[in-house]
């Protein structure tokens, strides 16, 4: 039971590189999510993507794109990476009802130069 | 929107003492959910305890409970027993539409033996 795949764990890219993280989940989720983490801020929403085919901005989605590729899939892509966007990245799923926990990956950790 | 606010960004507590983590949170909604995730250093997203808005009753897991004060908006994290491994980062965070989590700062917890 591999739950949320994220790949890769660590990257580091120069400025103005793009690249994009990969997140598969295997228990049937509906609803799926991009997150980062940066010191003293907690986790903030990227995008999600309530179901299939539908994608959504979240508190801080400048610089990123994504794409629900299918039921399983949710990639985000950095078209042109900032110093700024150094952080560790999650991705989590989830039914997507109220009360439904949130299944995470174990994060990608990204440092542009 | 949303938002969350933890005040202490590092406690310490005694191993087998008990330690109170603080969270409040503004929301407009009258039906959420709210919860408390566990960070080891494994950096992975452990959910330790949710709570609904709607039930008076505070939610209790093992030796973990919370303080729930819908009216003040503050939802508290109590942590009985303390053992080593309860060392981590503790987000509090507030569950809004389509399941999206909306997080606090985070307040890192060392245990001492």
């Known amino acids: 039971n591999a739950g949320v795949t994220q790949t890769p764990k660590f990257q580091v890219l120069k400025t103005g590189q793009s690249m994009t993280l990969q997140c598969a989940q295997d228990m049937n989720h509906n609803s799926m999510y991009w997150y980062r983490q940066d010191p003293g801020m907690g986790l903030r929403l990227i995008y999600y993507s309530a179901s299939e085919g539908t994608t959504d901005k979240g508190e801080v989605p400048n610089g990123y794109n994504v794409s629900r590729l299918n039921k399983r899939e949710f990639s985000l892509r950095l078209e042109s990476a900032a110093p700024s966007q150094t952080s560790v990245y999650f991705c989590a799923s989830s039914e997507g009802g109220r009360g439904e926990k949130l299944f995470f990956g174990s994060g990608t950790q990204l440092s542009v130069l | 929107a949303q938002t969350v606010t933890q005040s202490q960004p590092e406690m310490s507590v005694q191993e087998a003492e008990t330690v109170t983590l603080s969270c409040t949170y503004d929301t407009s909604e009258s039906d959420y959910y709210l919860f408390w995730y566990k960070q080891p250093p494994s950096r992975q997203m452990i959910l330790v305890i949710r709570q609904e808005a709607y039930k008076q009753q505070n939610a209790t897991e093992n030796r973990f409970s919370v303080n729930f004060q819908k009216a003040a908006k503050s939802f508290s994290l109590k942590i009985s027993d303390s053992q080593l491994g309860d060392a981590a980062m503790y987000f509090c965070?507030?569950?809004?539409?389509?399941?999206?989590?909306?997080f606090g700062q985070g307040t890192i917890l060392t245990v001492h033996p």
């Open positions: 965070a507030h569950q809004s539409g389509y399941g999206k989590l909306t």
